[in-house]
């Protein structure tokens, strides 16, 4: 009777120490929080955040992000660098310098500009081209020989802005007659002399291609050799080596009656 009576002492002991250590971490869990900002309402880049548009809450200490804001009085009146929406963490990195002023000047990120180019219908990809979205500038002008060619002289640049507006409904696209690029100094350089040597157009890429094209162009031969099969094959045979090439041999002129004497052959004397 000992025996039952013991292993029944050691479950009730082992039983209280589980419950123990569990409401222990249930206690450490429910105290172990931090204040984080996040967003309440939707917040746009370039402009001062509003107090009706955070909050704080408690956030599990173990799961707090980095360089989180702690408290609304740090946000509130800070201009925002991103767009923002309901829900995330509002990071330092988001916001602009307590000094920043606003507007366009203040999303853009150190070392990089902002140039703006005229743009058509065309050249802006239908208005599909919005702030946030990614592109390709192509230039098309004549070169020293005054040969047409076309090239890609930017590759991968952000669009900060479409006419004045820096956000935008990605279904509902805009024409619009302005289009401000994100560039380093060196791209703008290379922007200003491309819209004055020739024309630009737009090409819109998907946001998640980092692929950076560094294409030799094309000119006008290129578009002109692009013909159909049969005529490729033509073309082909006649640029072939010379040594593959089926010469056919040049017509012999008639003099009158000829003699062939061995592997001569002479005019003929007529009496």
Do not use: C
């Amino acid at each position: 009777m000992k025996l039952p009576v013991f292993a029944l002492a050691i479950a009730l002991t082992l039983g209280a120490m589980a419950a123990f250590i569990a409401a222990r971490w249930m206690n450490d869990a429910q105290t172990s929080v931090s204040r984080v900002v996040i967003v309440e309402q939707p917040i746009e880049a370039g402009k001062a955040i509003t107090v009706d548009q955070i909050k704080a809450i408690d956030w599990p200490s173990s799961t707090v992000p980095r360089d989180v804001s702690t408290r609304t009085t740090d946000v509130a009146g800070r201009i925002a660098r991103v767009s923002m929406i309901p829900g995330e963490p509002v990071l330092l990195g988001k916001l602009a310098p307590k000094t920043a002023t606003g507007g366009l000047s203040s999303t853009i990120p150190e070392g990089k500009r902002a140039i703006t180019i005229q743009v058509t219908e065309v050249i802006a990809v239908a208005g599909f081209a919005l702030p946030g979205s990614y592109v390709d500038v192509l230039v098309s002008s004549k070169d020293a020989n005054q040969e047409p060619f076309s090239r890609t002289v930017l590759s991968r640049i952000k669009v900060l802005a479409v006419a004045q507006q820096t956000t935008a409904n990605p279904d509902e696209p805009k024409v619009v007659n302005a289009v401000t690029l994100e560039l380093t100094p060196l791209e703008s350089e290379k922007l200003d002399l491309a819209r004055n040597i020739g024309k630009l157009a737009l090409v819109l890429r998907n946001e998640f291609d980092t692929s950076v094209i560094n294409s030799a162009g094309v000119r006008l031969q290129d578009i002109m050799n692009s013909r159909p099969a049969d005529a490729a094959t033509s073309s082909t045979a006649a640029s072939a080596p010379p040594d593959t090439q089926t010469v056919a041999a040049p017509l012999r002129q008639s003099h009158g009656p000829e003699e062939i004497r061995g592997a001569s052959r002479q005019t003929a004397v007529t009496p």
